[in-house]
T-cell receptor, first 114, second 118 residues
Framework: DGGITQSPKYLFRKEGQNVTLSCEQN?????MYWYRQDPGQGLRLIYY???????QKGDIAEGYSVSREKKESFPLTVTSAQKNPTAFYLC?????????????FGPGTRLTVT | AQKVTQAQTEISVVEKEDVTLDCVYE???????LFWYKQPPSGELVFLIR??????QNEISGRYSWNFQKSTSSFNFTITASQVVDSAVYFC???????????????FGTGTRLQVTL
């Protein structure tokens, strides 16, 4: 069964701690993305990667970091520098060769920082 | 800069009613792609449709249909004979200009929450 997995579904952290969100895909997609969703808002792009060992900042990258050491994996670290980390985080992947293809999304991780 | 506007924040309908979700976009690109996604209460976004700017034909898939009008920069989504299972948040999205070999970034609207009741 091909798809994207994100773990955990719910994550709780104390302020000042870094936390890493996992994202794995077995769709053989080159491109992967991280989005943040806040209540009543659309999705905002944090980081994206078009190929292994390469990634680019999205619209709201401050306070976040990523790595792309394997094609299947694109973990996101929410650092203590992120001022409002509590949000719903969605990972996605897509084909990157050719015209824009649809992105496939994981089930999301709801992060609460207190 | 690209922008997607979904002016309807929330819509409530009774089952079997038809409902149209509006999407208006802004872009300076001549070639672009538009998407619709459904986000049920579980949270995962489900892809519904992808349409490129050169194809203005309307599309129908079962109870779903899409009306793309370049002249008004709109890409509206209609659900015919709505059902309770259609209750979700629906997002319209726009891709930036395509650059070969690069990942395509999407700009999302703020979504429309559809509530279908019995």
């Amino acid at each position: 069964d091909g798809g994207i997995t994100q773990s955990p579904k719910y994550l709780f952290r104390k302020e000042g701690q870094n936390v890493t969100l996992s994202c794995e895909q077995n769709l053989n997609h080159d491109a992967m993305y991280w989005y943040r969703q806040d209540p009543g808002q659309g999705l905002r792009l944090i980081y994206y990667s078009q190929i292994v060992n390469d990634f680019q900042k999205g619209d709201i990258a401050e306070g976040y970091s990523v790595s792309r050491e394997k094609k299947e994996s694109f973990p996101l670290t929410v650092t203590s520098a992120q001022k409002n980390p509590t949000a719903f985080y969605l990972c996605a992947s897509s084909i990157s060769r050719g015209p824009p293809y649809e992105q496939y999304f994981g089930p999301g991780t709801r992060l609460t920082v207190t | 800069a690209q922008k997607v506007t979904q002016a309807q924040t929330e819509i409530s309908v009774v089952e079997k009613e038809d409902v149209t979700l509006d999407c208006v976009y802004e872009t300076r690109d001549t070639t672009y792609y538009l998407f619709w996604y459904k986000q049920p209460p579980s949270g995962e976004l489900v892809f519904l449709i992808r349409r490129n700017s050169f194809d203005e034909q309307n599309e129908i898939s079962g109870r779903y249909s899409w009306n793309f009008q370049k002249s008004t920069s709109s890409f509206n989504f209609t659900i015919t004979a709505s059902q309770v299972v259609d209750s979700a948040v629906y997002f319209c999205a726009l891709s930036e200009a395509f650059i070969p070999g690069t990942a395509s970034k999407l700009t999302f609207g703020t979504g429309t929450r559809l509530q279908v009741t019995l």
